[in-house]
């Protein structure tokens, strides 16, 4: 068999498994890799761990501008434009496939929970394990083969892990002590919130629902960090 029969046939395996409620589960998942949505998740972050939240925001700027450079260098048809009978979850997209840019952004992501939270803490590999789930997703939902999500992910995970390396030499604790430092942040998470919550269009459609729910819960944690440092003021 060769190298892409391989990948045809880990497609299929995937692609094939639907059934409704993994297109629910999957179809409102992949939707964490998003632009917007990362963008987010990155300054909602840096409310709370500067440099990692800092870190990731470069991982995802300089990872994405990579995959979009090899996405037009290859440009690679997706499964709909080969392959019949796709199970698609959203717009069946047909070029650009290789690598994924969703799976870029979710492994910039799930490097990041492992760093927000010790090895050995269950809710680093929670959150990982979510945003791996996120990038499979992009092959459930026909838009991607395995290898270009593969390809993403480790493109996402270098960058962060490089920058996250790099981070070490800002001067994130001279930044922190300006008043400015949060609240900068602060407008950043909430023009990123309004922005995604008052129609934008999430990618797959069917993560639709992603740009109500995390806006409001990015909303709510700005709201307690802004009580939090009034009080401690």
């Known amino acids: ?49 500067l440099r990692l939240g800092m870190a990731a925001l470069a991982a995802f700027i300089v990872s994405g ?22 199970h698609v979850l959203g717009a069946a997209l047909q070029s650009h496939s290789f690598p994924s840019g969703h799976a870029t952004s979710d492994g910039v992501m799930l490097l990041a929970a492992l760093l927000l939270w010790s090895l050995r803490d269950w809710r680093g ?19 991607h083969f395995p290898l270009d999500v593969l390809a993403g992910l480790l493109l996402g ?11 070490a030499a800002w001067p994130v604790e ?29 990618q797959p459609s069917t993560a639709q629902p992603l740009a109500l729910l995390l806006p409001v819960a990015a909303l709510v944690l700005l709201m307690q960090e802004w009580k939090a440092r009034v009080k401690h003021d």
């Not at 501008?65 to 796709?86: T, Y």
Request: glycine share 10%; charged share 10%.
């Open 125 to 143: 590999w929670a959150g990982a394990g979510v945003f791996l789930l996120a990038a499979i997703g992009r092959v459930y939902g026909g838009v």
């Open 157 to 167: 995970v270098a960058c962060m892990w490089l920058f996250w390396r790099i981070s």
């Open 65 to 86: 501008l990579l995959a979009q450079m090899l996405k037009r260098l290859f440009d690679m048809p997706r499964p709909p434009a080969v392959l019949e009978h796709v």
């Open 1 to 49: 068999m060769s190298f892409s029969d391989m990948n045809h046939f880990m497609f299929r395996f995937v692609n094939d498994a639907h059934s409704t409620w993994l297109d629910g589960v999957f179809g409102l998942i992949s939707g964490l890799g998003d632009g917007l949505i990362v963008a987010l998740l990155c300054a909602v972050l840096m409310l709370f761990r």
């Open 174 to 202: 001279c930044w922190q002590t300006s008043p400015w430092s949060w609240k900068i942040t602060g407008l950043i998470v909430a023009v990123e919130a309004v922005v995604l919550g008052l129609g934008y269009h999430v």
